[in-house]
C-alpha cells in the first residue's frame, strides 16, 4: 500500500480538496443544495473506486449515501460509516487561509472538513479502492456515509430501521476520532454521550429603561448567571439531583490502566493557553473527560450585544448547554432531570423554558474482540506499537443507536490528532496521519476477516 499512495498521493488529495470545496453545512438552510451536492459526490467516487452498486437515499433530512461491495455472501461484511457534513467556518477572520479551499502548510492540510470528516472518511475510499485493484479485498464492504452528524443525525434512526438487512454486517469501522499522539497511537473504546438543551429566561414583557427600572425588576440575564453559576459545586461536580445515580465508578485497576496514556500537563495548558487546570475534585484530566461527565455552557446572549452602549434591562435570556455523559446514563433521563431541577431553581419573578435540542447514548467498546484485536494489529503493523484504548470525550451518539438498532459493535479506528482543531477556525489533518491511515486499514481487513472466519 505503501507504492500505491505513493504514486497515487497527489490525485488523492485532488479528489479530497474537491470534496471539501462543497460548504456542506449541514445546520444551514442555505446549504441544502451543497448537501446533495456533496452526496452525490460521494457515491460517484465510490462508484470510482470500485463498489457494485452506490445511491443517494433521501431521509426527512440531508440524504444518506449507500455503496456495496459483495464478493461472497458467505464472507464477513465490514460497514463503514462516516459523514460528509461539516461544521460552521464562523469566525471567518480567524481563518488563516480559505476554510472551503484546502492548503497545504506545514504538512498539514487546513481546511474545513480536513480531519472531520472528509479527510478521514476518503482513507476508506482510497484503501479500498488499492484492495479493489489489487485483488486484496477480503471480504464484503457496506457504506453507509450521511449528512446529519454534526447536528445529531436526526434522520439516521429511521434509516436505520427501514434498511436493517440492506445495513446488516458484522462490523462497523469508524474513523471520526482522534488518537493520542503520531507516537502512541490509540484506539477509542469509550465515547461520551449527550444531551444538549438550550434554556430561556423571561422577565417583563419588552426591555426596559436600566435607570428607571433597574433595581426594581429582576434582570433575567443576572437571574440566569446566578442559576447556571448553581449548576457546579466548589468541587466540580453537577448539582443537578439525581445526576449520578447510574454513573459506574471504576475499579482501581482500571483507572490505572487508563494512567498508562502519556499525559503531558504542561504541553496540555501550553496548547490551549490557560495557566491551571480545573475540574471535578478526585480525578486526573484524561479521567475528567473520558470517564466522568461534565456540564458546560456553550453560549449565552440576551440584551444589547452589539458595539456601542444601550442602557436597558432585558425581556429575555438564553443559553446553549451542553451535558456529557458517561456509559449507563440515559440522555432522556438526564435531560428530564435537568429540565425538573432548572425550573426547581427559577425564582418567581421570570418565567424559565427548557428546550431540549439533541442527544445520544454513550458507548464502550470491549477490547477482547476480535474487531478490536484486528484493529490493534492493524496499527501495531504500521506504527510498530501497540495502540493504546483510550476513552474519549467526545460523544458520537449514532454509534450506540448502531449496536441497538443493527446489534452491531463498532470499532473507532481515528486517525486525526487533538491538535487538528475541528470544530475550529483553521481546521487541519496531517498529511502523514491521512497517507498513515490509508495504509493501516487495508490490514484490519485482513486481520479481521482471518480471525472471523
Known amino acids: 500500500m505503501k507504492d500505491y499512495i505513493a504514486a497515487n498521493k497527489d490525485r488523492f488529495l485532488a479528489e479530497l480538496f474537491d470534496l471539501i470545496r462543497i ?10 443544495e451543497d448537501m446533495y451536492k456533496a452526496a452525490e459526490w460521494v457515491r460517484d467516487n465510490l462508484l ?47 481563518w488563516k487561509s480559505k476554510p472551503f479551499e484546502a492548503e497545504i502548510r506545514d504538512g498539514k492540510i487546513y481546511a474545513r472538513g480536513a480531519d472531520d470528516d472528509k479527510g478521514q472518511m476518503f482513507m476508506h475510499f482510497a484503501a479500498f479502492e488499492y484492495m479493489v485493484k489489487h485483488d486484496k479485498l477480503p471480504c464484503n464492504v457496506k457504506f453507509m456515509i450521511e449528512g446529519e452528524e454534526e447536528i445529531g443525525s436526526p434522520s439516521l434512526g429511521k434509516f436505520l430501521t427501514d434498511n436493517k438487512e440492506k445495513l446488516s454486517g458484522d462490523v462497523i469501522l469508524v474513523s471520526d476520532t482522534a488518537m493520542l499522539s503520531p507516537d502512541t497511537p490509540s484506539i477509542t473504546t469509550g465515547l461520551r454521550g449527550l444531551s444538549y438543551v438550550e434554556v430561556h429566561v423571561t422577565g417583563p414583557n419588552r426591555d426596559l429603561h436600566s435607570g428607571l427600572y433597574g433595581g426594581a425588576v429582576a434582570n433575567p440575564i443576572n ?60 480525578y486526573s484530566t484524561l479521567e475528567r473527560t473520558g470517564i466522568r461527565p ?50 426547581s431553581i427559577a425564582p418567581d419573578h421570570v418565567k424559565v423554558d427548557v428546550e431540549f435540542l439533541h442527544g445520544g447514548e454513550g458507548y464502550v467498546s470491549p477490547v477482547d ?33 448502531f449496536e441497538q438498532i443493527l446489534g452491531i459493535k463498532s470499532i473507532l479506528m481515528g486517525f486525526g490528532l487533538e491538535t487538528d482543531a475541528i470544530h475550529s477556525p483553521n481546521e487541519n489533518y496531517p498529511l502523514a496521519q491521512f497517507f498513515k491511515g490509508m495504509e493501516t486499514i487495508p490490514y484490519f481487513y485482513q486481520y479481521f476477516t482471518e480471525d472471523i472466519k
Open 23 to 32: 460548504q456542506s453545512i449541514s445546520s444551514k438552510e442555505e446549504h441544502k
Open 48 to 94: 470510482k473506486k470500485g463498489v457494485d452498486k452506490a445511491e443517494v437515499c433521501d431521509t426527512e433530512g440531508h440524504p444518506v449515501v449507500y455503496g456495496e461491495k459483495i464478493i461472497d455472501p458467505k464472507l464477513p461484511t465490514v460497514v463503514i460509516y462516516g459523514h460528509y457534513d461539516v461544521q460552521p467556518v464562523e469566525p471567518l477572520e480567524l
Open 223 to 282: 437571574i440566569l448567571c446566578d442559576m447556571i453559576s448553581s449548576l457546579i459545586d466548589e468541587n466540580g461536580k453537577i448539582t443537578v439531583k439525581g445526576f449520578y445515580d447510574d454513573v459506574e465508578d471504576l475499579s482501581e485497576e482500571e483507572r490505572s490502566e487508563m494512567a498508562r496514556a502519556p499525559f503531558n500537563e504542561a504541553e496540555y495548558k501550553k496548547s490551549i493557553d490557560v495557566k491551571a487546570l480545573h475540574g471535578e475534585k478526585g
Open 294 to 343: 461534565s456540564l458546560d455552557v456553550n453560549g449565552i446572549w440576551g440584551g444589547h450585544t452589539d458595539k456601542g452602549a444601550k442602557t436597558v434591562l432585558p425581556s429575555e435570556a438564553h443559553a446553549k448547554i451542553s451535558m456529557r455523559l458517561v456509559p449507563n446514563q440515559n440522555s432522556d433521563k438526564i435531560t428530564q432531570l435537568f429540565k425538573d431541577h432548572f425550573l
Open 369 to 401: 474482540t476480535i474487531a478490536y484485536q484486528a484493529a490493534s494489529k492493524a496499527y501495531e503493523t504500521t506504527y510498530g506499537i501497540k495502540p493504546v484504548p483510550y476513552r474519549s470525550g467526545g460523544s458520537i451518539p449514532i454509534i450506540s443507536m
